[in-house]
């Protein structure tokens, strides 16, 4: 069946770096874009920005440059988000999501990863 | 940007009532890129609808979204026990409201 499956929970201390991936399976990976979204202990959801699965190319949120790195590896169909340079405030859930099209028009996030808790503490 | 402000922020409902979830955009927005997703505890969004109207694959005929311009209304026309979660809307496959709790009353 379609689905993504991300990597475990992650503790980290500040200042490190860390890796999420979002393996997917049951569909053509580089047939849709792959998008990353943050959830906050207790908060709502925060788009991130979102990468081309054909070109690689990503697209960053206002508030997510910088520290924050979208990469794919195609030949396993996992889209991965990094970031360094650690902060307590970086302590989130962070889900990938594929986006469809319908109609050639409307979209939407169709699946989700289960999430990845990244926590942040010294 | 455009902004989605969501209300009410918790709406208190028993099962078998109707709840009516608003969605309204800072500036006008196509209905092609409208979604609602709900969230239960500890689980990731499901989408339930996308282009304003359309219902995801899968979802009860109960949910139904409607709307154009700024203003979008999820509708749960009779409430079942699992519908009581987190409930977002999203725009152009980014920007998504604050969310609205629907709870158990």
């Known amino acids: 069946q379609v689905q993504l499956v991300q990597s475990g929970s992650e503790l980290k201390k500040p200042g490190a770096s860390v890796k999420v991936s979002c393996k997917a399976s049951g569909y053509t990976f580089t047939s849709y874009a792959m998008n990353w979204v943050r959830q906050a202990p207790g908060q709502g959801l925060e788009w991130m920005g979102w990468?081309?699965?054909?070109?690689?190319?990503?697209t960053y949120a206002q508030g997510f440059t910088g520290r924050f790195v979208f990469s794919l590896d195609t030949s396993v169909s996992t889209a991965y988000l990094q970031i360094s340079s650690l902060k307590a405030e970086d302590t989130a859930v962070y889900y990938c999501a594929r986006e469809s099209y319908w109609n050639d028009a409307q979209n939407a996030f169709d699946i989700w990863g289960q999430g990845t808790m990244v926590t942040v503490s010294s | 940007e455009i902004v989605l402000t969501q209300s009410p922020g918790t709406l208190s409902l028993s099962p078998g009532e109707r709840a009516t979830l608003s969605c309204r955009a800072s500036q006008s927005v196509s209905s092609s890129y409208l979604a609602w997703y709900q969230q239960k505890p500890g689980q990731a969004p499901r989408l339930l609808i996308y282009?304003?109207?359309s219902r995801a694959t899968g979802i009860p005929d109960r949910f139904s979204g409607s709307g154009s311009g700024t203003d979008f209304t999820l509708t749960i026309s009779r409430l079942e026990p699992e519908d009581f979660a987190v409930y977002y809307c999203?725009?152009?496959?980014?920007?998504f409201g604050q969310g609205t709790k629907l709870e158990i009353k």
């Open positions: 990468i081309n699965t054909n070109t690689g190319n990503p």
């Open positions: 999203q725009q152009g496959a980014n920007t």
């Open positions: 282009g304003a109207s």
